[in-house]
């Protein structure tokens, strides 16, 4: 594989996460040369993908390794989609998930109402505090239903700090 190139496009707040730090190890093993692609600092100019001043050229491979969209308003949701756009119309590279899927999927109302469309059951969602006392945990999984329920930790990120609880005792445990 001399001479590949490929970008690990990647969310740069607040740092390259594991999976990104990760999959540049995976890329250089192969001989690949990668680099890591902060997709906040791209730009999209009289049709060039920018990054700082420097003029993109496609890679032969790219992969998106975390959520790489939050949005910041109308404006901001367009750019992001046209660099996406340009992202996708690059030929001959070699997408690990391509740039409108990841889009798709980076929208969580859009994926909410298409499962919802698709009549597919969707969990529950309460939001407790860690020192919740045990008539607040009660009421919300009165509210939920039933056990198991998941839980996921507001510091968490990419399914990371996410923990699954059978019963009130291992919830009770997990929120402290």
Known sequence: ????????????????????????????????????????????????????????????????????????????????????????SFENITFANSPLAHAAAANKITVYKKLIDAGISLPKTEFVNADAESSILQLMLDRIGQFPVVVKYPFGFESMAVRICYEIDELKAKLV
């Open 1 to 88: 594989m001399a001479n590949q190139t490929a970008w690990v496009i990647h969310h740069g707040e607040p740092s390259p996460s594991y999976n990104s730090t990760t999959m540049l190890a995976a890329f250089t093993a192969k001989q690949v040369q990668a680099r890591l692609i902060d997709f906040n600092m791209l730009s999209l100019v009289e049709d060039n993908l920018i990054l700082g001043q420097e003029v993109l050229s496609p890679p032969d491979f790219a992969v998106f390794v975390n959520q790489t969209h939050t949005v910041l308003g109308s404006s901001f949701l367009k750019e992001r989609n046209d660099i996406l756009d340009k992202l996708d």
